[in-house]
């Protein structure tokens, strides 16, 4: 997936090249939507993030069932079409193209005004170039382990669902580098349907994508039945 994602992002950048290399005369002050388009960033994402959410979907529904102790004849192979597009819409990949429109749009602010136009096209280039050397450094990876976790849980909770598990447990990773909430929500026992309390944020499951990034950005949590 990290691989998509990252083709994905490099094919915007040079989009964003192509586009400035384009410009003629500035008459007027350098607007992102020359040289960034939101609706063509989106399409060229969505299909890395659609490959991903099935593919953790469908392995955290094996995984949720072999929890469980369902053999491998008797498990449900594929999740309803609904419950598929649902996780796809709530990946949150639509955020993603807007926060990079967002820092497109800073880079090119950064750049003083009243410079000559090839001056203010270079600079403005180095800008764009360090952004995107940011994303592939650091947004890329969260984006890839937030995704496919909660992917991942949905795909166990449906599998909870399928088989008719009342309770579910909040489990983190139980070393050094949890986060003090979840450190705190560890082991805590909810009905199946109910969201699990983290310090009065309400997560349906680790990662949950309904949550605020603090508390779902490169969750490493779990969740296990209760039987």
Not at 27 to 32: I, N, R, S, T
Not at 155 to 172: D, H, N, T
Request: glycine fraction near 6%.
């Amino acid at each position: 997936m990290e691989d998509g994602i990252a083709q994905a992002f490099r094919r915007i950048e040079q989009d964003i090249m192509d586009r400035l290399r384009e410009l003629g005369d500035m008459k007027a002050e350098l607007q992102v939507s020359q040289v960034f388009n939101y609706d063509a960033a989106l399409a060229e994402i969505k299909p890395a993030i659609r490959e991903a959410v099935l593919a953790a979907l469908s392995e955290g529904l094996s995984r949720g069932q072999a929890r469980l102790g369902i053999s491998q004849a008797q498990r449900v192979r594929e999740l309803a079409p609904d419950v598929v597009e649902l996780m796809i819409r709530r990946s949150k990949f639509v955020n993603v193209v807007r926060t990079t429109e967002d820092q497109i749009a800073k880079a090119i602010a950064q750049v003083e005004s009243g410079l000559d136009n090839e001056t203010m096209i270079q600079r403005i280039t180095a800008q764009v170039r360090q952004t995107f050397d940011g994303i592939r450094a650091n947004r890329i990876p969260a984006i890839v382990n937030t995704t496919v976790n909660s992917a991942f849980e949905s795909g166990q909770m449906e599998a909870f669902r399928i088989s008719g598990v009342e309770q579910k447990q909040w489990l983190s990773q139980r070393d050094g580098k949890v986060r003090e909430s979840h450190d705190l929500v560890d082991g805590q026992q909810v009905a199946i349907n109910q969201a699990f309390d983290v310090m009065g944020v309400p997560l349906e499951f680790p990662g949950d994508p309904g949550g605020p990034p603090e508390e779902i950005i490169n969750c490493r949590c779990t969740m296990i039945p209760v039987t």
